[in-house]
């Protein structure tokens, strides 16, 4: 039996696989996250992309003594006219995360209302 893979899924795991390879490393405190800067370096590199309506950076982690890919969605609290609520869209991205990948090892979300985006994080162990 053919497993049908979505083209997010692909990207997304593309993604992963890239920052294993040559990622920017974040090693710095899950509680205390400055978003902003963080996007701004992963762009300048090329690590991210846009999946759900939603940016996606990604950075190589050590998270519980492993090594790991933390990923940060900024994901607007605004969109356009007819789309769904936040926590759909939060609930798509999470769902898609879970298909991908089966298991996170961490998820937390952020809502920055003076940013107007929910900062959802998320790792996943690489071993």
Same mark, same amino acid.
């Given at each position: 039996?053919?497993?049908?893979v979505s083209y997010k899924e692909q990207k997304l795991? =593309?993604?992963?696989?890239?920052?294993?390879? %040559?990622?920017?490393?974040?090693?710095?405190?899950?509680?205390?996250? !400055?978003?902003?800067?963080?996007?701004?370096?992963?762009?300048?590199?090329?690590?991210? +992309?846009?999946?759900?309506?939603?940016?996606?950076?990604?950075?190589?982690? !050590?998270?519980? !003594?492993?090594?790991?890919?933390?990923?940060?969605?900024?994901?607007?609290?605004?969109?356009?006219?007819? %789309?769904?609520h936040i926590s759909e869209r939060i609930m798509d991205?999470?769902?898609?995360?879970?298909?991908?990948?089966?298991?996170?090892?961490?998820?937390?979300? !952020? =809502?920055?209302? =003076?940013d107007k985006f929910v900062y959802l994080v998320a790792?996943?162990? +690489?071993?």
């Amino acid at each position: 039996m053919e497993v049908v893979v979505s083209y997010k899924e692909q990207k997304l795991k =593309e993604l992963y696989e890239n920052t294993i390879e %040559s990622g920017i490393l974040y090693n710095e405190s899950l509680d205390y996250i !400055n978003y902003y800067s963080l996007m701004c370096k992963a762009t300048s590199k090329d690590f991210v +992309i846009n999946l759900n309506n939603c940016n996606v950076y990604s950075f190589k982690y !050590n998270y519980d !003594n492993s090594e790991s890919v933390l990923f940060l969605f900024s994901i607007p609290l605004v969109c356009e006219r007819n %789309s769904k609520h936040i926590s759909e869209r939060i609930m798509d991205v999470v769902q898609l995360l879970e298909k991908t990948f089966i298991t996170l090892n961490y998820l937390s979300s !952020n =809502e920055i209302k =003076e940013d107007k985006f929910v900062y959802l994080v998320a790792i996943k162990k +690489i071993k």
